[in-house]
């Protein structure tokens, strides 16, 4: 790992499943470790969480702040609008 | 705004947060917010101030009471489960023991430390922020209590531990580090808290050390502990805020800034030694070591962070190199200290079972074999020989963070490490050059330290003997104290789980 990576930790949780598959699908370079209770993903630079992609798992409208539920810890800058929530190095 | 249109997320910042301000027509500003000026922090203009994450309070009633009915739930499952036989092993209550004595009243200073800080700031989003932190202080404070309850019942050392907190030698470092923070002013508090400990160092608080509650089988600690998480990274995102809103508002503010990064990262990291313990040495079932884990969080994300804030002048926190030449030895000076002052504790202490010391020799492969092994084997002989050590003394404490002089030269891990400085004719001890350094900057606060050893031996804790003390403390003495294979705990625990304990 590069010294220009961020991280999102997320909850093993139902709520947490279809936020972790749409960012497996919009960041290539993301890696997913599993501990216990918890998925913590890695990406060089930048990390996108897509909200039509999470909308499109779990076919109903979702609203990014619902992102909270089940957040564990963040590194990097967050960059967030109504369609995504980015974490990026300057 | 056309009516019927569900306002975007920025629309949505403005109306409900920066729009609650209002300009004051008859007081001076400086009459309203006394506060912000005598640390040296220069801002310019307070509408500058942009929370990234711009969650308003009509979110937050909403999202926090559903993390509560999650919580509570498990709660709830947990207790009518009996989920206290379902953990790995009774010795990991101990953890859950030393968090409640030492980090839960913390939750509730933070609350009290950021309303302060709410009220001291000119800004509205700065206002905003912290009284969201300030209530999900108050929450974790709360959920920490309840979830802990449920143990209360079952093994002994849980029972007052907000009046511990006040009292006991091994808390008065958790207890000073806050006092220590919330005395000071708003930017340096919200600087020490939010970006030092939150942002730089609680990663390692919450997530190793949460994670390893789920691998014991601690369903109702694990989530008490990611419920607060999630709150911790909006937190992290305060504190990222502040600074980055500090250096951007003045050049004169880099200098200040940057002492307070170097001072409350040594300050957090000594703190945090008490964590590395409880991930080596008290939970049964491990995630990772401290060595890892600060690896994974320090060097390598730390590392990171300071680089996007050498932009604006700030380098890594002096004394950075010292947290990494000690990883290899931490955990382990810890966990001795720890072990040969147990019957003043309200925990208790063991020696590491024949392949949980094979895990720390095969974690830590540079010092583990060479200097901590044969001191514990020689321990647990003595104690099969029925003579468990306890170390009849009380220790010689750091004038700043009030943990024992315990670390080591990291050129020479067999010798202990001293410094020392003179101040108005008194000499002053502490365990590290980091430490020395914020002394030597604030001596006339420092040399204030409510020291335990120093306030037994001029009786004002009890008594003058070790049953006094620990009667003022409120230990159940024989109980709640000492050696864990001798303790009331561990019979229990064979007995709900249909062992017979081994003679000793």
């Known amino acids: 790992m590069s010294s220009d990576t961020v991280f999102l930790a997320l909850q093993n949780t139902e709520d947490a499943r279809p936020i972790v598959e749409s960012i497996v699908a919009d960041n290539p370079l993301a890696t997913v470790t599993q501990y216990p209770a918890m998925v913590k993903i890695d990406a060089p630079g930048r990390l996108v969480v897509r909200r039509q992609s999470v909308e499109s798992r779990l076919g109903r409208s979702w609203d990014l702040q619902e992102i909270h539920l089940s957040m564990i810890s963040i590194s990097g800058n967050i960059e967030e609008t109504d369609d995504y929530f980015a974490l990026e190095r300057a | ?504």
């Open chain 2, 1 to 504: 705004m056309a009516a019927g249109k569900r306002l975007g997320i920025k629309e949505k910042y403005n109306w409900m947060t920066k729009d609650l301000t209002w300009d004051f027509s008859y007081r001076k500003p400086s009459e309203i917010y006394p506060l912000l000026e005598f640390e040296g922090i220069k801002i310019e203009d307070w509408s500058k101030w942009e929370d990234p994450f711009r969650l308003t309070m009509d979110a937050y009633w909403k999202y926090q009471g559903e993390k509560e009915r999650k919580l509570y739930a498990v709660i709830d499952a947990f207790a009518q489960n009996n989920g206290h036989l379902g953990i790995t092993d009774a010795r990991y209550v101990n953890a859950v023991k030393l968090f409640m004595t030492g980090v839960s009243p913390l939750e509730y200073a933070a609350h009290r430390g950021f309303a302060m800080a709410g009220r001291a700031f000119a800004g509205v989003g700065a206002q905003v922020s912290c009284q969201m932190q300030s209530i999900d202080e108050l929450r974790h404070a709360q959920t920490q209590i309840h979830t802990i309850s449920h143990y209360n019942k079952y093994f002994n050392g849980l029972h007052d531990p907000f009046h511990m907190h006040d009292r006991v030698w091994y808390l008065s470092v958790p207890k000073s580090y806050f006092d220590d923070a919330v005395s000071a002013g708003p930017f340096e508090f919200v600087t020490a808290i939010s970006f030092s400990f939150e942002y730089v160092l609680t990663n390692l608080l919450f997530m190793p050390f949460m994670s390893g509650a789920a691998y014991n089988g601690d369903m109702a600690t694990v989530t008490f502990g990611f419920s607060a998480q999630s709150d911790e990274s909006r937190h992290m995102t305060l504190g990222l805020e502040v600074v980055k809103f500090m250096l951007e508002q003045h050049p004169d503010n880099v200098p200040i800034v940057q002492r307070w990064i170097d001072k409350w990262f040594w300050r957090g990291y000594r703190l945090l030694s008490l964590v590395a313990a409880m991930m080596d040495y008290m939970l049964p079932k491990r995630v990772m070591s401290w060595k890892e884990g600060w690896e994974m969080y320090f060097e390598h994300n730390g590392a990171a962070l300071f680089k996007d804030l050498s932009r604006y002048g700030i380098r890594m926190p002096k004394h950075w190199e010292v947290t990494v030449a000690e990883k290899e030895h931490l955990s382990h000076e810890v966990w001795a200290t720890l072990y040969n002052f147990t019957h003043a504790a309200d925990f208790h202490t063991w020696i590491p079972e024949k392949e949980e010391l094979d895990w720390l020799s095969e974690k830590y492969p540079n010092t583990f074999d060479r200097y901590y092994r044969p001191r514990f084997e020689y321990w647990r002989e003595q104690q099969k020989a029925g003579r468990r050590f306890y170390n009849p003394t009380l220790p010689q404490l750091c004038q700043t963070c009030q943990i024992p002089m315990l670390f080591v030269e990291t050129s020479d891990p067999t010798l202990i490490a001293y410094r020392t400085s003179q101040y108005q004719g008194n000499k002053y001890h502490f365990c590290s050059d980091g430490c020395k350094d914020v002394f030597d900057h604030e001596p006339e606060k420092y040399v204030q330290a409510w020291l335990p050893p120093h306030q037994i031996y001029q009786g004002n804790c009890g008594g003058a003997t070790i049953p006094d003390v620990l009667g003022y403390y409120h230990f159940n003495v024989g109980r709640d104290n000492g050696e864990y294979l001798d303790s009331e705990d561990h019979t229990n625990w064979l007995r709900w789980k249909g062992q017979v304990k081994a003679a000793a």
